[in-house]
């Protein structure tokens, strides 16, 4: 059964959009839940959320966590083309391990 | 900045070989993982280790091994590759987690992708 679940798998939009990708999760020691932006190399940090209902905001880029329902999402506003990426989202539960998601690819047209 | 290397990015063995595949962090981070991502799978844990010389087995653990003889080093070992082994592996490390603290994130290599022919 997976622990962390992604929606959608994929999404094309065109550039200056707004995309909101979806990860609901359920572990039982929760500790924080990250994101990250993968291209075609090393996933890179997006966000770390441990705290209910507090955003965090990088530019364009926007997250919070909801822990009563058990996710978080990641807001893009005004996408670009150097959005277009797979998006994983990680739960880490008590005692060091991380739960992924299988991703949610983007994919943003000009 | 943390800078976790992967001494090889494309690797192409044939069935039954050893492969060795090398990970070194410079941010002497005590936890080291090894996962590896397949499509429609995601990152799954193979091995992970707490400090030098500990080793914790992930969720798929069956067909490696690991070795930590340096904190900056973990290394992953598939002793008798197999075709089914064909994946990308992903090296990362961080600081633990300490109560009342907020641990940092993962920090990950830029992958190994292994084919076995």
């Known amino acids: 059964e997976d622990k962390v679940v992604q929606s959608p798998l994929s999404l094309v939009v065109h550039e200056g959009d707004t995309v909101t990708l979806n990860c609901s999760y359920e572990?039982?020691?929760?500790?924080?839940l990250l994101w990250y932006k993968q291209e075609k190399k090393a996933p890179t940090f997006l966000f770390m959320l441990t705290s209910s209902g507090i955003e965090k905001k990088s530019g364009r880029l926007s997250s919070i966590l909801d822990k009563k329902e058990l996710s978080s999402i990641l807001n893009i506003t005004a996408t670009q083309t150097g959005d277009s990426a797979i998006y994983l989202c990680?739960?880490?539960?008590?005692?060091?391990?991380?739960?992924f998601g299988t991703g949610t690819s983007l994919t943003v047209i000009p | 900045d943390v800078k976790v290397t992967q001494s090889s990015r494309y690797l192409v063995k044939r069935t039954g070989e050893k492969v060795f595949l090398e990970c070194v962090q410079d941010m002497d981070h005590e936890n080291m993982f090894w996962y590896r991502q397949d499509p429609g799978l995601g990152l799954r844990l193979i091995y992970f280790?707490?400090?030098?010389?500990?080793?914790e087995k992930g969720d798929i653990p069956e067909g490696y091994s690991v070795s930590r003889e340096k904190k900056e080093r973990f290394s992953l070992i598939l002793e008798s590759a197999s075709t089914n082994q064909t994946s990308m592996y992903l090296c990362?490390?961080?600081?633990?987690?300490?109560?009342?603290?907020?641990?940092?994130?993962?920090?990950f290599g830029e992958g190994s992708r292994l084919t076995v022919l």
């Open positions: 572990v039982t020691n929760f500790r924080s």
């Open positions: 990680a739960v880490e539960e008590g005692g060091n391990q991380f739960y």
């Open positions: 990362a490390s961080r600081k633990p987690w300490r109560v009342g603290t907020h641990t940092g994130e993962l920090f």
């Open positions: 280790s707490y400090d030098v010389k500990m080793k």
